[in-house]
């Protein structure tokens, strides 16, 4: 159920994939069926249009009708964080109103990045999440991500958020995710509602040790995860670790072999949706590496491949 | 005037700047006079669009009214060279159909690429080309574009060209680019229509020995880059060099230090357009180097500073 309005969010936050019918058209009713998914496995919070949603091959059209279909399917159940990501001030801007307007909780951004060679400076990237939040009423999440480039060190994360007042969130994709939160935290622990990480949750009790709230993954296994970080926190570490090392080799299958086509795999696999296509030029998946995949699940039992049953 | 149907392309071919206001949104007054400018300086065709554009500032919905602006304003004058890049096969073949549709004569895009580390390989990337130019007629400009991050050998690029009938020319954007359209030329040659170099025309004297047939530098000087394209494909390299090397100051400002602001700011300098802004996060040139650039502009006498007088 969603928290009220203004309450932190954290926990599990999985990104939703985007579901595409073979030809690469979207398939709606995959993808709330998906959202429906997601919601039934205890997710604290759903994420649209994220990297892992391939965001980068969606045109503004989809990326606003998917926007719009989130927000209708998820109802009020769960908040939704719809990621507005674009190098323009100008447009992220736009598209972070627009998603307000339609009823999200939070709106997700990395720093802007184009390429292999354009990126922005430190003023720049202050500048660039001031007029984000200008006029927003809705929290945002910087995403610092390493696939966008650009590199956002513990200080300046800091200074966005005691400068920015709806900067409220960091969500934090490194592989040093755990020391940088400690410093993120030490910095401007008193400004942050969500210290989060990312990456799968590939460093997720490092990161609950650094004093993470809240983890975002791919859509597999929320309902794990989850309690992962409910054990965490409620001061059961050992229990968390447990868990978390019972289900490690398929966040790890996904973090190093599935990547972003992990989730699709399985909700197809689980009979949630029809094709697990991706965009090309993004390719499918090796058989091999499919097949490592479904039959590590099978064995682990995650809901996934059963909620459609 | 726009050559016959079917004609090779060639010559000098800027990119049209995109003109915003000083609150970034759109001056489309500012454009259509960039626009008429660059006809009257005698470009060969116009590229709009372009990294140069700032494409990657751009909504879609602006991208297809800029798209719309220019094939009214040039009004069959000139070809225009629309790009449509876009990670996406299917949105990048959508963006093609749709500029064919609206009387682009041809279509640049780059390989696929997205922020540090998303690329696609070499069989994604023939099929990127084989998706987007599939039941388009006009022919495609593949642009290989060291700012994308992908890597495009000669051996691929005359792949592209022996593999898809609309793939007729190439514009390479390497400080190496002269040996490597002489490997493309000795792979392809028959095949290519425009063996294109760019990059403000920085390399142009190595790249039209090379056998490059045209330029697509930014909007600064086209009057002369033609000139100085039509006196070496005319035989007479001496009196080619001989222009190249007493604007190569003013070339050398753009490419090293006034990047895709400089041909703005010239414009504004003119009494073209009414403001030179960038759309943030870029920022404005400094002060100094603006005053660095209209100085050694004034000096040569461009015709962009006398064509509104």
Aim: charged residues 20%; glycine residues 10%.
């Amino acid at each position: 159920m969603s928290p009220p309005p203004g309450a932190p969010v954290g926990g599990v936050v999985p990104v939703a994939p985007t579901i595409f019918h073979p030809d690469g058209s979207l398939d709606l009713e995959g993808q709330r069926r998906t959202l429906d998914f997601l919601v039934d496995a205890g997710s604290d919070a759903i994420c649209v249009l994220a990297n892992w949603s391939e965001q980068f091959a969606l045109s503004d059209v989809e990326r606003e009708r998917l926007t719009d279909l989130a927000l209708e399917q998820v109802n009020g159940r769960l908040p939704v964080v719809v990621t507005t990501s674009h190098f323009s001030t100008r447009v992220a801007a736009e598209r972070s109103r627009r998603a307000e307007a339609a009823g999200a909780s939070l709106v997700m951004l990395m720093a802007p990045y184009h390429g292999a060679t354009i990126r922005a400076g430190e003023a720049a990237i202050r500048a660039y999440f001031a007029g984000v939040a200008d006029g927003l009423n809705i929290p945002v999440v910087v995403q610092d991500a390493p696939m966008s480039g650009a590199v956002l060190s513990a200080e300046l994360l800091a200074d966005l958020a005691h400068a920015i007042p709806n900067v409220r969130y960091v969500k934090l994709e490194q592989s040093d995710a755990a020391d940088k939160l400690r410093a993120l935290l030490r910095l401007a622990g008193d400004v942050i509602d969500g210290p989060w990480d990312g990456e799968e949750s590939i460093t997720l009790i490092a990161d609950l040790d650094a004093g993470a709230t809240g983890t975002m993954p791919g859509g597999v296994i929320p309902e794990i995860l989850g309690e992962v970080v409910r054990r965490h926190r409620g001061g059961d570490r050992a229990a968390a670790v447990e868990l978390y090392e019972r289900w490690l080799p398929l966040i790890n299958w996904e973090n190093k072999h599935g990547g972003l086509q992990t989730t699709k795999a399985l909700l197809m696999e689980g009979g949630i949706i029809a094709s697990d296509a991706v965009r090309a030029p993004l390719a499918p998946m090796s058989h091999e590496l499919r097949a490592g995949l479904v039959d590590l699940a099978r064995r682990l039992a995650p809901l996934i491949l059963g909620w459609a049953e």
